[in-house]
């Protein structure tokens, strides 16, 4: 029965490396809320200060009228998913809101809270904010490979590799870069 088999072709190859990376679908990213946490960093703060004018106006409004109706504590800062729908429905479309002016990493995180946090890999990052930026006198042109190591190299904005699968439990294996 073996013997047709053609030696050669019968070899081994399942232990290439190589092409299991090719098939990999690419890493997506998106901004890891669980990073924050960790590091005890509030991301509604964050939030805060990518509102527009308008929104940044009647936040002070607010402020300044439960002042003076005598609340002690500082008013509470809008909850991060309640500024972050007020982004997705209103900062998120004025003009300066994804300026080609702003930082590569600062116009990311900013893309991210427009769209919901939807998963991205870079190469559709990059062509989002081409196209984004195009309505601007001076338009940017971002590449995927530069725009992978400004990425990586974040210790700010908390974007990180979005979990694909459900990680099987999470704490042991902190490093998955
Ligand atoms: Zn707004």
Not at 71 to 99: V, Y
Not at 138 to 159: F, M, N, Q, W
Request: charged share 25%; net charge negative; with cysteine.
């Amino acid at each position: 029965m073996n013997s047709s088999l053609d030696p050669v072709e019968g070899t081994e190859l399942s232990q290439e490396p190589a092409e299991e990376a090719s098939q990999a679908p690419p890493t997506r990213y998106w901004i890891d809320l669980a990073w924050y946490e960790q590091r005890g960093r509030s991301f509604a703060a964050l939030l805060e200060t990518r509102r527009c004018y308008n929104c940044l106006d009647e936040i002070g409004d607010k402020r300044a009228r439960s002042q003076f109706e005598g609340g002690s504590n500082a008013p509470a800062r809008m909850a991060a998913d309640q500024a972050w729908k007020r982004i997705q429905e209103c900062c998120a479309h004025t003009h300066e809101f994804l300026s080609p002016r702003l930082p590569l990493l600062e116009a990311v995180f900013r893309l991210f809270l427009a769209n919901g946090n939807a998963p991205l890999p870079v190469q559709e990052i990059a062509e989002r904010l081409v196209q984004r930026h195009s309505d601007y006198d001076i338009p940017r042109t971002v590449s995927a490979e530069a725009l992978k190591r400004v990425i990586e190299a974040d210790d700010h904005y908390g974007v990180r590799p979005y979990p694909e699968t459900p990680a099987k439990t999470a704490g042991a294996d902190a490093s998955l870069g």
